[in-house]
């Protein structure tokens, strides 16, 4: 089974060919499947959300995007080629606070440049750029500790755009915000991801946060985590504050809602089959 | 303004701590005192506060004490540095490089249980009984606390800042450098810490054996001579020392660990 994100566009930035997750655990050791023949292929510029309920190893499968980790089986492709190990055209964002605490906000976002031995005035004009495009301008010699969990996401995202990836990595990054900056933080990503036009593939368990950013949720099942369906957006660009109180928004948090219960294998009765959108391409399993 | 500095030091010395701190400290001196004075005592053998007060003065009109302390200092000096950065460079390739964890932790956790005052007989026999002897002891001292937590430090390294790192293109050796080392520094500073208390534990114990000069000479040869005043003197300057190198060990850890959001001791 494949599961076509985008059958316009030709060469895929970013596929995903059978991949399959094991690992052994407990005694005697077992070995335990957390993903299963996992297909997916990626357009270049899309804003791909996935999403499942915990556990049906959707951060495993970004992880395996990033060369994190090394699939039991499959491969991950970008622009054809095969990821073996971390490469930096593929920037991660992570859940945890990863910005480095040892170093100042524009230390932090000069890390990657510097890694790959940039010049000097090349480091100095990516930091400035992008400590201005997330708002941090004011704050580049402070220290993390000194700074907000919502300016520590900034500063953990800027990191990531100045190391100029290809493909942007984000798994579930505003989990632990609180509801107001986490909504500053979804939009402050639609604003990077529409200035750069970056491929960015974004795991969240948050319906809101899919909806209201995605081209395209990919909905896990679990045990084994496999693809269950792919749910384009029926929503129009740009999106802001207007989106998230529309109807439209509701209907399509609704079809997302009843795709996932039946991932989950419960009965998505409740939802009327009119209600149910056109969107959404189920995945025989 | 000079009103406000005299209100805000007024204000650091009357707080419970130190007035508490202050006659605790007096009760024991006064407790020691009302028995120096009790009758049957020998003052020559527990002389009174005054008797040491008078010591101590002779002993800095002399310069006896000030050489003392100077050739304890530079031994301790000495010896620190070079066993703190012996410990600091293997303790972080064996907390770190796999390879260099397997030849270097046997080695480590077996001088791990020796107190370092056992290798003084050995170091006397070896090296005899010169500076360099008396110098290997503070070595000794100072390497095990420091290596075993610049090891520790490298080991407790937070995994998402290293994957962090890789996924930015930072190549092996700059996430050792750059994410490793830094992040273990609060257990590098734990460690010269411990390393600066134990390291002049044993430089007074390798100067009571055999040494010229220095503060642990000092009192063994007052001793000998029954001048506990003296000794007392050398007790008490041992200790303020002690605690001097303490505080400047810990405040340059503060200084090298300012990012951190760790709780500061009180």
């Known amino acids: ?285 | 303004m000079p009103s406000d500095s005299r209100a805000s030091l007024l204000a650091r010395f009357c707080r419970p701590a130190v007035i508490v701190g202050v006659l605790s400290l007096a009760a024991v001196i006064g407790l020691y005192w009302y028995m120096a004075l009790r009758p049957g005592i020998n003052p020559a053998l527990v002389p009174s506060p005054p008797t040491i007060l008078k010591a101590l003065r002779d002993e800095i009109a002399t310069g006896d004490l000030l050489v003392n302390t100077v050739a304890s200092l530079k031994r301790v000096v000495i010896g620190f540095c070079i066993g703190a950065s012996l410990a600091l460079v293997l303790g972080a390739l064996a907390g770190w490089f796999r390879y260099a964890g397997y030849v270097l932790n046997p080695i480590i956790d077996a001088l791990r249980p020796i107190p370092a005052l056992a290798y003084i007989p050995l170091v006397i026999v070896w090296v005899g009984i010169g500076e360099p002897s008396r110098i290997i002891i503070i070595v000794l001292a100072v390497f095990k606390p420091c290596v075993v937590n610049a090891r520790a430090g490298m080991k407790e390294v937070a995994q998402i800042y290293v994957d962090a790192a890789r996924t930015l293109g930072a190549s092996r050796w700059r996430v050792f450098a750059t994410v490793a080392l830094p992040s273990a520094v609060p257990y590098f500073i734990a460690g010269l810490r411990t390393g600066v208390s134990t390291g002049f534990l044993a430089l007074v114990a390798a100067e009571l054996i055999a040494a010229p000069s220095g503060l642990g000479f000092m009192i063994q040869n007052a001793g000998q001579y029954f001048r506990t005043d003296v000794t007392i003197v050398g007790i008490i300057v041992i200790g303020l020392l002690g605690a001097l190198l303490d505080q400047i060990a810990s405040r340059a850890g503060r200084a090298l660990t300012s990012w951190s959001d760790v709780r500061r001791e009180p």
Request: include cysteine; hydrophobic fraction near 40%.
């Open chain 1, 1 to 285: 089974m494949k599961a076509v994100v985008d059958k316009m566009s030709g060469g895929h930035k970013l596929a995903v060919r059978g991949l399959t997750h094991r690992y052994r655990m407990g005694s005697p050791a077992a070995e335990l499947t957390v993903l299963s023949g996992i297909d997916l292929e990626i357009a270049r510029g899309e804003f791909v959300c996935i999403v499942g309920e915990s556990g049906c190893g959707k951060s495993t499968l970004l992880r395996m995007m990033a060369g994190l980790l090394s699939p039991s089986e499959g491969q991950v492709l970008h622009d054809g080629t095969k990821v073996t190990g971390v490469r930096h055209e593929l920037g991660f964002v992570f859940q945890q606070d990863a910005v480095f605490p040892w170093l100042t906000v524009e230390r932090n976002v000069a890390y990657g440049p510097k890694s790959r031995g940039l010049p000097k005035a090349e480091r100095e004009r990516l930091v400035a750029h992008w400590c201005e495009a997330v708002g941090l301008t004011a704050f580049r010699k402070a220290y993390p500790k000194q700074l907000s969990g919502g300016m520590r996401k900034r500063v953990d995202l800027a990191r990531a755009y100045a190391n100029s990836p290809d493909v942007l990595l984000m798994d579930e990054p505003f989990a632990a915000l609180d509801v107001q900056t986490k909504a500053e933080m979804q939009d402050a990503v639609l604003d990077l991801w529409k200035s750069t036009g970056k491929t960015v593939v974004f795991v969240t368990h948050d319906l809101d946060e899919a909806v209201f950013l995605s081209d395209v949720v990919v909905v896990l099942s679990s045990r084994p985590g496999h693809v269950h369906a792919i749910v384009r957006s029926t929503l129009s660009r740009p999106r802001d504050g207007a989106t998230r109180v529309s109807d439209a928004f509701a209907a399509a948090k609704r079809t997302l809602w009843t795709t996932l219960q039946e991932a989950r294998g419960r009965p998505a009765a409740i939802v009327p089959k009119e209600l149910r959108a056109s969107s959404i391409t189920t995945q025989g399993a």
